[in-house]
């Protein structure tokens, strides 16, 4: 009986092990050019800026919208323009590179491997992150992926999206923001002591989840960690001594600088706004 030689498929080998961190600025940039979209755009496509760290995860720092057009079989992008932005950015910071691209929408949708294939020309393993900016059920969907290709012996068939990690970290303050972008419908923005006032009701919530994690060990209903137990030592460690008198003190003089530099801003706005009336009616006169 005759053997025949068979040829395995096989997958190529990609950096499906590494991570990505994104900094809140580039949310909030995509949700404002998915609200400034085109009225007959569905979803809007742009490049991601960052740098590959030493540890070889892609820290994503930026993003601008490309203009395109897609149908069914074919996505066409405005490559001049990615070319000019791509310019006036590295004008600026020269060490953010291209280091994937982005599309709203939940998941990886059928004209994207058109547009990997474009990017990765571009840069090498190019990321692609999806944005829901629907918000479904008060949420949003945000995902990281690379792309495998899939081969027969030496002839390239296809290629699959593989997820990578995200990491989504930031500031209280920009935490506040990005809460805002979940509500369809804001009477208006948190000023300074409503956001303070919110990140202390979280702060008690929180403290409220240790002490009743604390209080579960103790007792026995719940088995101990030592990893755990050593996070929440460290962090009680870096509290500072202090009487409640001088914390009171220390949080009314923070508060008071605070409330002086509001001011000082709002007489400037005044002083600019009465120098420009001013000239105004200088020059009609």
Known sequence: MASSDQTPL??????????????????????????RRPDQAERIIGTLLGSVLRDGSVDIRNSYAVPHSESQDQVALDIDYHHNMLSSHQKVNPKEVIVGWFSTGFGVSGGSALIQEFYSRETSNPIHLTVDTGFQNGETSIKGFVSVHLSLGDQPLAAQFQEIPLDLSMVEAERVGFDMLKTTAVDKLPN??????????????????????????????????????????????????????????????????????????????????????????????
């Open 10 to 35: 096989q997958f190529s080998p990609s950096s499906t092990t590494i991570s990505a961190k994104v900094h809140p600025l580039v949310i909030f940039n995509i949700c404002d050019c998915y609200v």
């Open 192 to 285: 300074d002591l409503e956001g303070m006032e919110a990140s202390m009701g979280r702060l008690l919530a929180l403290i409220d989840d240790v002490h009743k994690y604390v209080d579960d060990v103790v007792e026995g209903r719940l088995p101990q960690d030592n990893k755990t137990g050593r996070f929440i030592a460290d962090t009680v460690a870096t509290i500072p001594k202090l009487s409640p008198q001088a914390f009171d003190k220390l949080v009314n003089d923070g508060l008071q600088d605070q409330l002086l530099l509001l001011y000082l801003a709002s007489l400037t706005r005044t002083q600019l706004s009465f120098a420009e009336k001013l000239n105004t009616a200088a020059q009609i006169l």
